[in-house]
């Protein structure tokens, strides 16, 4: 599938008491962060081609585990979760629309996954199946390994 541009645009990275100003950009694929600097502003600002900009830090979306929302002084922040357990947090200028646009592309993750989950629990209880129809194996064994993979 090919990569393409969700929504970009200002963004500041929380790091203890430290802001960093920068720019950021959310892809089908991919959270991806750079510091503002001039270089970087040419290389991301173009958005040509993604994967060969000079980024601070990229995350892909299926090692996100949730964005979440929080308060930072006066101020929303995003809270950006990885499966790892490091947390990336950053004030956005349109924080409604990020946080939109991360929820939506997490949920299509998640759905993907299930239905991978299951089509793969539905294989799995086929070919135990089909080797109890030839009689490979038998009723019991064939019941044991439904409970096993059905988690009974």
Do not use: P
């Amino acid at each position: 599938m090919e990569e393409k541009i969700l929504i970009e645009g200002l963004c500041n990275r929380v790091k203890g008491a430290f802001v960093e100003n920068g720019h950021a950009v959310l892809t089908n694929k991919r959270f991806i962060y750079s510091k503002h600097s001039l270089t970087k502003i040419a290389a991301m600002g173009v958005l040509v081609n993604l994967t060969k900009g000079d980024f601070d830090f990229e995350i892909k979306i299926e090692d996100i585990k949730e964005v979440s929302e929080a308060k930072r002084l006066f101020d929303k922040i995003l809270v950006v979760s990885t499966m790892s357990g490091d947390e990336y947090k950053f004030f956005f200028t349109k924080l409604e629309e990020w946080k939109i646009h991360f929820n939506n592309l997490l949920s299509n993750t998640d759905n993907n996954q299930q239905s991978a989950d299951s089509v793969s629990v539905a294989d799995e209880l086929m070919k135990f199946k089909t080797l109890l129809d030839s009689g490979a194996i038998t009723q019991s064994e064939y019941d044991l390994q439904k409970k096993k993979i059905l988690g009974l």
